[in-house]
Each structure stands twice: as C-alpha cells, then as structure tokens.
C-alpha cells in the first residue's frame, strides 16, 4: 500500500490523512519556499494529532499552542518548569540534573513527567509550535528558553556561548541547549516566536542572522560572531549578527522575546 511522505519531516502516513503520524504537519498543502531558499515550517492544524513512542500528542490552540501530551506507560517527557500548563494528578513529575544555571537570579529546572497520563505544555507568548522528529545519531542545537518538551530518548546537556554575549544579552552572553539522539529516535517540541522558518545551507555556504532570529542549527552548522563597522548612537562599538557556515540546516524566528540576563 502506497504511503503518504510528509515535505516537512519525511515521515509516511496511511492515504486518506490530512495530518502526518510522525509530526502533525498537513499532507494536503505543499512545502512553500521562498526565492532565497527560506520554508515555512507547517503551521499545525487545532487538534492536530501525532504519535511518538507508545505516546501521542494533541496540538490546541493556534495563537498560543498547547502540546498535550498523552504518555502511555514507561514513556516520559522533560521540558522546562514554567512551561508546564496542567497534568493529571496521577502523572509523576521530578527535577532533572542540569548542573549549575539560573534564569531571572532562580535555579533553572528542567521537570521530567512520567506516563501513562497527561500532561500539557505551553509557552507564554504567541508564535508557532515546532516539531523536530530526530532520528537515530542526530544533535540540535537550540537557543534558550525555546524547548517546550522533548522525549526522554533524547539527551540534555547546555552550553554557555560567551562569545554572543553582546549579540544577544549586551554582555551576558547566551545559553544553547542541545540535544542528542543514540541508537533510537526522538522527538523535539519547540516554540518559535512569530512565525518559523527553515533552511539548508551548503557547505562553506553562509547566512548572517540578527541574533534574536536564531531558532535551531543542526551541530554540522558553525554558529560565529561578525563585527559591522557601524559606530552610531547606540551602535558605539559596532553592530554584531551571527554568521552561520553551513553545511546543515538552521532554522529562525520572525520575532524575538528577551528572557533577560542569566
């Protein structure tokens, strides 16, 4: 039986779905690109509805999406504390080790919640939900604050980026998680802010970004700092953007919420 492929994640859905298994994305509209070689990531249907694991999850709303989560049992989910919008009482939730970080002057938690059950997450602010299925082997790196859950087939771990520090935070610097795959797949929920936007980048090809665009990268990506010789008001010491060096893809955001320092 001929299966529907998905332009978004490649995955295969049964003929007669409007939404993809894998990802929720929908099957009925075609992959739009720009001249410059810029897709749209899929803007997920209300209700939309996808399966990874023995689990499955629900996408509501499409102002501020909800990702409910339907855990079946030994499946679990981690995201970070203040995303979490409701659970059933009979889902257990605990404190992952993350190591030393802050956000706002507060210890930084990343809560894991254990199925069967529900649990819902959501970020507080408007934009789309973005879901990254990740095969066997394969690392992302994403900017802070932007995660709404991942499956616990996929490793945690943080880097601090001292040399964006006057890209993003005036002298901060920034944080980017980043997550990994081993022998199974995964599967990555983000929050883009406004609307989201992928591309791949050949090798040695690059891109400069304003530096609250930056969504996602594949780790084959090289994420650098530019310095711009314009030394105006506020621009005294030069305007910075980062520069992406393909080969991979990079995805970005089309508007950009300050979290303040860390």
């Known amino acids: 039986m001929e299966r529907i492929v998905c332009s978004w994640c490649q995955g295969q859905s049964d003929p007669g779905r409007t939404a993809c298994e894998v990802c929720g994305a929908p099957l009925d509209t075609a992959a739009l690109v720009t001249d410059s070689g810029w897709r749209e990531a899929p803007r997920l249907k209300d209700m939309a509805e996808f399966n990874f694991g023995s689990s499955s999850c629900q996408v509501e709303g499409e102002i501020v999406p909800v990702a409910e989560l339907n855990l079946g049992a030994g499946d679990s ?33 990343v809560t894991s919640a254990q199925g069967p059950g529900r649990v819902a997450v959501s970020r507080d602010a408007p934009g789309e939900m973005v879901v990254l299925p990740l095969h066997p082997q394969m690392e992302i790196d994403v900017r802070e604050h932007a995660f709404l859950a991942a499956s616990s087939s996929v ?9 964006l520090a006057n890209v993003l935070h005036g002298g901060s610097g920034m944080y980017m998680d980043r997550f990994v795959t081993q022998g199974g797949p995964g599967l990555l929920l983000l ?24 969504l996602f990268k594949d780790s084959s990506v090289q994420m650098n700092v530019v310095q711009l010789d314009i030394k105006t008001g506020r621009f005294s010491k030069g305007m910075y953007l980062a520069e992406m060096v393909g080969p991979g893809r990079i995805g970005i955001q089309s508007m950009y919420v300050h979290h303040g320092s860390e």
Do not use: C, D
């Open 155 to 163: 490793s945690y771990s943080f880097v601090r980026i001292k040399g």
């Open 77 to 109: 989910v981690y995201f970070e504390h203040h995303v979490l919008l409701w659970k059933e009482e009979t889902v257990p939730v605990s404190a992952m080790n993350t190591g030393s970080r802050s956000f706002g002057g507060m210890p930084f938690v």
């Open 191 to 214: 929050h883009g802010n406004g609307n989201v936007f992928e591309r791949s980048l050949g090798p040695g090809e690059k891109i400069q970004l304003e530096a609250g665009a930056f």
